[in-house]
Nanobody, 126 residues
Framework: QVQVDESGGGLVQAGGSLRLSCAAS?????????VGWFRQSPGKEREFVAA??????YYADSVKGRFTISGDSVKNTATLQMNNLKPEDTAVYYC????????????????????WGQGTQVTVSS
């Protein structure tokens, strides 16, 4: 079984920055992993934020130019650098991991992942 752990959430003022980290461990076997970040705020559905599948990276339109995802598929780790945060970025952020996708665009779909972290709260005050 693969375990996914996130860290790095917190409270920050609008315009500030936070860095989230994610690590997949356990029975990762000899696979290299793709990592996706998703978020969910109260009353809303979970939405895609960013994903990295080997050298391919994808971002939601709402975070392009502000968030940067980086990953080490060999170490099965990834980080999400979030700059110029806005109050609307407030949510619980979830990291998800799965063996690398042959179709990289599958990495943007929550249903593509079989291992999820518990989530970390990000709160941006205005």
């Amino acid at each position: 079984q693969v375990q996914v752990d996130e860290s790095g959430g917190g409270l920050v003022q609008a315009g500030g920055s936070l860095r989230l980290s994610c690590a997949a461990s356990g029975r990762t076997g000899s696979y290299y992993y793709a990592v996706g970040w998703f978020r969910q705020s109260p009353g809303k559905e979970r939405e895609f934020v960013a994903a990295v599948n080997w050298n391919d990276r994808y971002y939601a339109d709402s975070v392009k130019g502000r968030f940067t995802i980086s990953g080490d598929s060999v170490k099965n780790t990834a980080t999400l650098q979030m700059n110029n945060l806005k109050p609307e970025d407030t949510a619980v952020y979830y990291c998800a991991a799965a063996p690398l996708f042959s179709n990289s665009y599958d990495s943007v779909r929550a249903t593509s992942y079989n291992a999820w972290g518990q989530g970390t709260q990000v709160t941006v005050s205005s």
